[in-house]
């Protein structure tokens, strides 16, 4: 059993930057793939990023890519977020998630554990 909270959101500018937390409980953290996905008004969920459980290899949407960066500390349980250059259409509410995979999956479908949220909105 994993839970995760995150942290970090909140009302910045365009062009601005914003650092997403999220920390997980449990002493297996190193062990999962971690994905932050995000979820607009009105809109379905969608893929933002993901990290494998070393570290190693990320992957990206490509509405963010070279603009946000995953990372994650295995130390600390946490995994993060680094969003530069916001834009409005980056407005949502940001969740991340967790999966026991050798793979970097980006369907929201597969992941097993998910925090509550954290908005992030960007005034034009």
């Known amino acids: 059993q994993v839970q995760l909270v995150e942290s970090g959101g909140g009302l910045v500018q365009a062009g601005g930057s914003l650092r997403l937390s999220c920390a997980a409980s449990?002493?297996?953290?190193?062990?999962?793939?971690m994905g932050w996905f995000r979820q607009a008004p009105g809109k379905e969920r969608e893929f933002v990023s993901v990290i494998t459980w070393s570290g190693g290899i990320t992957n990206y949407a490509g509405s963010v890519k070279g603009r946000f960066t995953i990372s994650r500390d295995n130390a600390k349980n946490t995994v993060y977020l680094q969003m530069n250059s916001l834009k409005p259409e980056d407005t949502a509410v940001y969740y991340c998630?967790?999966?026991?995979?050798?793979?970097?999956?980006?369907?929201?479908?597969?992941?097993?554990?998910w925090g509550q949220g954290t908005q992030v909105t960007v005034s034009s």
């Open positions: 998630a967790a999966v026991r995979t050798l793979g970097l999956p980006s369907d929201g479908r597969l992941y097993d554990y």
């Open positions: 449990g002493r297996t953290f190193s062990t999962y793939t």
